[in-house]
């Protein structure tokens, strides 16, 4: 199984990329990965792996792509130039069938707009959305979109995301019929943008939907939906904020058992179950975001990722390739995909996805 990596793509740069490719292709001995970036700076890179990765060189290919994405570079000066760039040639890489899904941590409106034009978009979707889990109460958890694909969106955007939230969380997490709602500030029926107020009532007229109207911010965290639909400004908000909570709340947790010695001791005694709380909260598990829409399956990681972030990200897109996600999508929304994630299994040296 192929996967192409925009190495060039994270803040913290090819360092953390290759590593956390590295350590992907150490779990899943399946993957083989394709990075692309500037041939030495990525060489230098695999050759200075730790030990415990150096194994995953060998599943490491590197293609040389001399130009970057900038971060603050506009959507529309991206198609026009840049062609060169990591995150393109990978683009190219997963809509020519060589590989079978791509990642990148790079710009979110290049990326969107550079996947546009490389693979387009399946079931006549005007405009992908983006969606990760989050955590939920009891160990569940909460597909949200859009995470800032579409700063506005009107309400037929949000019925589109509605219905590719519940395509995914059907398939992805096997729930026979996904509980969708519409993010809201209440739950009466006269609140809200106008926008979400037709959504709504387009959503009630779906009958194989288990539509359960607005669900308000707490709501996410306490499980009272599987998907959670939204524009992507109001849903960028919602996942950073929730990100920085939790970060913070561990932290909290932590300052208040090192206080004085008292509280130490007892921190001891309950670091077996601070180790488990601060691993079920850190954002880090949850990194890689779908590009749910397009017509082949990317990957987006957060932008200040590490390595261990990365990693999530590669095995996130492993996932949605096994899950055949855009195949899904075209034949439940109506019309074919250009990709067959299928036939891209062959070209990555592995069909069992």
């Not at 194994?55 to 959507?75: N, T, Y």
């Not at 079931?123 to 955590?135: D, E, F, H």
């Not at 939790?246 to 008292?262: D, I, N, P, Y």
Request: aromatic share 4%; hydrophobic share 45%.
């Amino acid at each position: 199984m192929r996967i192409a990596i925009d190495a060039m793509g994270g803040d913290l740069g090819p360092r953390a990329t290759v590593r956390g490719a590295a350590g992907a292709a150490l779990q899943d001995t399946r993957l083989a990965l394709r990075l692309f970036g500037p041939r030495a700076r990525l060489e230098r890179e695999i050759a200075s792996l730790p030990r415990r990765l150096a194994a995953a060189g060998s599943r490491l290919e590197v293609v040389d792509a001399p130009d970057e994405i900038a971060p603050g570079l506009r959507p529309s000066e991206a198609l026009r130039h840049g062609r060169d760039s990591s995150m393109a040639r990978m683009l190219d890489c997963v809509a020519s069938g060589e590989a079978c899904a791509g990642v990148s941590g790079g710009n979110t409106g290049a990326l969107m707009a550079l996947g546009r034009r490389a693979l387009g978009t399946v079931a006549g979707i005007p405009r992908p959305a983006i969606s990760t889990a989050i955590p939920t109460r009891d160990q569940g958890r909460c597909y949200l979109l859009d995470l800032g694909a579409n700063v506005e969106a009107s309400a037929d955007r949000l019925v589109d995301f509605a219905r590719m939230g519940e395509v995914m969380a059907r398939h992805v997490d096997g729930l026979a019929r996904p509980r969708v709602a519409l993010l809201n500030v209440g739950v009466e029926g006269t609140k809200g943008t106008a926008s979400v107020r037709q959504a709504d009532a387009r959503l009630r007229e779906l009958p194989e939907f288990a539509y359960g109207g607005y669900v308000e911010g707490d709501g996410i965290f306490a499980g009272a939906a599987d998907v959670v639909v939204c524009d992507g400004f109001v849903g960028n908000a919602v996942l950073k904020a929730s990100e920085g909570l939790a970060r913070m709340l561990v932290a909290r947790v932590q300052q208040t058992f090192e206080a004085h010695w008292g509280s130490r001791l007892v921190g001891l005694l309950a670091r077996p179950a601070l180790r488990r709380l601060r691993g079920e909260l850190d954002p880090v598990r949850y990194n890689g975001a779908s590009l749910l829409g397009l017509s082949g399956i990317v990957v987006k990681s957060h932008g200040g990722a590490d390595a261990e972030g990365f990693r999530y990200a590669v095995l996130r897109a492993v996932q949605e390739v096994e899950h055949d996600l855009p195949r899904r999508l075209a034949r439940e929304l109506g019309g074919a995909p250009r990709h067959s994630t299928s036939r891209l299994g062959a070209a990555g040296g592995d069909d069992r996805q």
